[in-house]
């Protein structure tokens, strides 16, 4: 009695599954759960992960993890906050599975990372240790990124991807000029 939800589920459930998908990244400790994020589509839990993978290309468990060691980076390289307040942010219920995780993906442990990125914790973050231009072209693609998706409104992660390496394209291309020139 296994449930497959037809075409027109797929159809209907997309914008959903895009939003929870985008939330997944940005703000990791949303959904507590699977279950949670299957009732949030109206779906049996195996229906939401096969439908997901269906619509992504993988599972939900690997959106899951990579959105939390995104926020985790994000946090360690802008932020004061102990170890254990950002695995809490981003939908760890220890310390110890968060460091356990954040090494088995990136290689290293949060406080080596943050190390490596240079930062104390203490108040700095990656712009604290660039150069006036690196700033000017890191902001230029942030601001043409923006413009796009703006003037594009996209409907998905996949999307909003391209449009972030399209802005990011435009201001390596003005770097790449500048550097000529100086």
């Known amino acids: ?3 497959q939800p037809s075409p027109d589920v797929l159809n209907s459930k997309n914008d959903k599954f895009t939003y929870l998908r985008s939330v997944l990244f940005e703000f990791p400790d949303t959904f507590k759960n699977i279950e949670h994020m299957a009732n949030y589509v109206n779906l049996s839990i195996s229906s939401f992960q096969h439908t997901y993978k269906k619509i992504f290309g993988h599972s939900v468990i690997n959106d899951v993890i990579a959105g939390r060691i995104n926020k985790a980076k994000k946090l360690l390289e802008s932020t004061n906050y102990t170890i254990s307040e ?10 110890y599975h968060f460091m356990r995780q954040f090494k088995e993906q990136t290689r290293m442990t949060p406080t080596e990372y943050r190390d490596f ?3 104390t914790g203490k108040g700095q973050n990656l712009r604290d240790h660039m150069d006036d231009l690196e700033l000017i072209f890191t902001m230029l693609g942030e601001r043409v990124t923006t413009e796009i998706s703006q003037k594009e409104d ?3 992660f996949s999307q909003s991807k391209k449009i972030a390496k399209r802005g990011g394209k435009v201001a390596g291309v003005a770097r790449k ?3 000529k020139e100086l």
Request: charged content about 45%; hydrophobic content about 10%.
């Open 117 to 119: 990125k240079g930062l």
């Open 1 to 3: 009695n296994k449930e």
């Open 177 to 179: 000029e500048t550097e």
């Open 154 to 156: 996209p409907e998905n």
């Open 86 to 95: 950002i695995g809490e942010k981003c939908g760890y219920k220890t310390e």
